[in-house]
């Protein structure tokens, strides 16, 4: 079949697709013309790997920066494969591992605190089956990076959902957090990862991401999805930084 020649700088990432090999299809780009170098019907390292090895090691020797998310079988190509090159761990990627523990975490404390309410007033619209559901309608406002939205946006006031009542975003944030202690330590360190993210450069990123990484480890408080986010930037930790 037809292909591109691989580029400097090449981007590899995964989507959603029905094919014969799979769920999952692989795309190859050059995210410097923003073409794209070939699309191959699985994303399976075997796969991937005899792909890669049937292209000339001249050509692959010649690609010095390869873009990914943090998918192992990635890493394990380009150690065997791509030996000039520079692996990166996408940046959109490895944050959204944390978006998305956060919001496993917030989901897990919702649904506690909904059945609680169930249980312990029989069915009856509660404090607590108040509280779930004000977890629940503004989960997308929780996710707000603060480091990339201006003040005006959490000074923004609306009736709230739940809490009758006319409330900032900032405050309905607070009445979230102020409700249980593991989601407010929680969405203090997904904030602290977006700050790491934006004001970070490379001669301090690695200090700043295993720092990050140790206290969540450490921290006595039930965090296992942040915990396990944790485990897997300090394995990253090289890629992550670059």
């Known amino acids: 079949n037809y292909r591109c020649r691989l580029t400097e700088v090449l981007c590899i990432d995964e989507f959603k ?9 692989l795309i190859i780009g050059d995210p410097l013309s923003g073409k794209i170098l070939d ?9 991937i790997y005899y792909y890669f090895q049937s292209v000339p090691k001249e050509e692959r020797m010649k690609v010095k920066y390869i873009v990914t998310d943090i998918f192992e079988s ?10 000039n090159s520079i692996h990166i761990a996408d940046r959109f990627h490895w944050i959204r591992l944390t978006t998305e523990a956060f919001n496993k975490t917030r989901i897990r404390i919702m649904n506690a605190y909904l059945s609680l309410g169930k249980e312990a ?3 009856s619209y509660n404090k607590y089956t108040k509280y779930a559901n004000v977890l629940k309608k503004y989960h997308k406002l929780l996710l707000a990076n603060r480091y990339s939205k201006e003040s005006w946006f959490f000074d923004q006031r609306q009736v ?11 405050e309905i944030i607070e009445y ?6 593991d989601l407010e330590v929680a969405y203090l360190y997904l904030q602290d ?7 970070s450069n490379y001669n301090n990123a690695r200090e ?8 969540i480890i450490n921290i006595n408080r039930k965090l296992p999805e942040l915990k396990k986010v944790a485990l897997t930037y300090k394995s990253w930790t090289k890629e992550i930084v670059l």
């Open 17 to 25: 697709a029905s094919t014969i090999a799979g769920e999952y299809a």
């Open 39 to 47: 699309i191959l019907p699985s994303r399976k390292q075997e796969y």
């Open 74 to 83: 990635y890493r394990t190509i380009c150690k065997n494969l791509f030996w």
């Open 121 to 123: 007033y029989k069915g």
């Open 160 to 170: 709230a959902s739940y809490i009758q009542k006319e409330m900032s975003y900032q």
């Open 176 to 181: 979230c957090l102020n409700f249980d202690n």
């Open 193 to 199: 990862l977006y700050k790491i993210s934006k004001y």
């Open 208 to 215: 700043k991401i295993i720092e990050w990484c140790d206290l």
